[in-house]
């Protein structure tokens, strides 16, 4: 992954006007194009927590991987609160296997009525609180980057009631290997006496392992405790890819304790999957970007790492971010950017 970086390009990656975007997700389609796989929901809503009750899942493209990428169609749209992922989708992680793409995503629903523009939503709203117990990860197949999509008929991953993992599962990061099997990483939170008072009070998040036999499953949790100790550990949005001799992950580390800044990003390895080694003190990413004007800027929020890989080589690397001071929640805008990595193979 240590190729150098190149200035992030201003004009690059993908933002709608009278949206909040965010996940961004990038594969070359067959017809030689790279498209975007994102999130969006309408800035009626707060940024948070409006993506967990009206987030849909949209496809962008690209002459190049830098972009910008032009908005084309929405992918998963809401689909009636009687569907698991009725509500809202969200977390997009685009793969091709062999002449198969993969949308890896988390859906959710909740039976209440649809957030009008004129009224107050937020952490304390039944809607939003329904809606993120109901977070689970799904799976879409389709034989082109353009579609149909083939919903799976339920999640892919349950929480499980018996241990870390029993409230939700969502922030996926899979990495599917040449045989179609998959090891899955997770974002989960464990379920507390007061659940949510414990989540608005800063509860830690921790990460899970999966595996599959073929990527249309069935998934199996097959670790019995937090991939990092949640005593030191507070991390999300986990990016996982093989390596010789295992895997590496790049994640979000919320505290900065790991990587030496708040919000940076974190380096794990692991030989199996399984069992992960953090780097402490090697921070994967920062939230200060090159721009190619010359300037420097702090983002109020960079998260959601995504890397393209093109003939193996890592080239590209994707970020939801944010203007503002700090934190989304202060942000007047959001979109998905990218830094290219080093220079490209000829």
């Known amino acids: 992954m240590d190729r150098g970086r190149r200035p992030a390009p201003r004009g690059g990656g993908f933002r709608m006007a009278g949206y909040w975007v965010w996940c961004g997700s990038v594969v070359k389609g067959e017809d030689g194009r790279y498209h975007m796989f ?30 910008p990428y032009r908005f084309e169609e929405v992918v998963l749209p809401a689909r009636g609160a009687e569907y698991w992922d009725g509500r809202s989708t969200h977390n997009p992680h685009i793969v091709k296997h062999g002449d198969t793409y993969l949308l890896y995503y988390m859906g959710s629903t909740h039976p209440f ?10 952490l304390h709203d ?24 083939e919903r799976m008929d339920a999640p892919i991953l349950q929480p499980r009631p018996d241990k870390f993992d029993n409230f939700f599962t969502s922030n996926l990061a899979p990495c599917v290997h040449e045989d179609g099997s998959v090891l899955l990483v997770y974002k989960t939170r464990s379920y507390k006496s007061r659940p949510y008072a414990e989540f608005l009070h800063g509860d830690t998040m921790s990460f899970g392992v999966a595996r599959a036999p073929h990527y249309r499953g069935p998934y199996t949790a097959v670790a019995d405790e937090t991939i990092f100790p949640q005593e030191k550990f ?6 996982i890819y093989q ?10 580390d919320m505290i900065g304790n790991i990587c030496g800044e708040y919000h940076g990003g974190m380096l794990a390895r692991s030989a199996d999957g399984v069992i992960w080694e953090a780097e402490e003190g090697r921070k994967a990413y920062s939230r200060t970007v090159l721009w190619d004007d010359g300037t420097e800027q702090v983002m109020g929020s960079l998260e959601r790492p995504f890397v393209l890989f093109e003939d193996g080589a890592p ?11 700090g934190e989304f929640t202060q942000a007047a805008n959001t979109w998905n950017m990218v830094i290219p990595l080093g220079q490209r193979d000829k």
């Open 126 to 149: 039944p809607r939003c609180i329904v809606a993120r117990a109901n977070k689970r990860i799904g799976l879409a197949v389709a034989s082109s980057v353009f579609g149909p999509w």
């Open 234 to 239: 507070c991390l999300e949005d986990p990016f």
């Open 315 to 325: 080239t590209h690397l994707f970020f939801a971010t944010a203007d503002g001071p």
């Open 38 to 67: 994102a999130s969006r929901w309408p800035k009626t809503l707060p940024m948070h927590p409006g993506w967990l009750v009206a987030s849909e899942i949209v496809r962008a493209v690209s002459e190049t991987p830098e972009g």
């Open 113 to 122: 009525r649809d957030v009008s523009p004129d009224e107050t939503y937020d």
């Open 243 to 252: 390596v010789d001799g295992g895997y590496e992950m790049i994640a979000k």
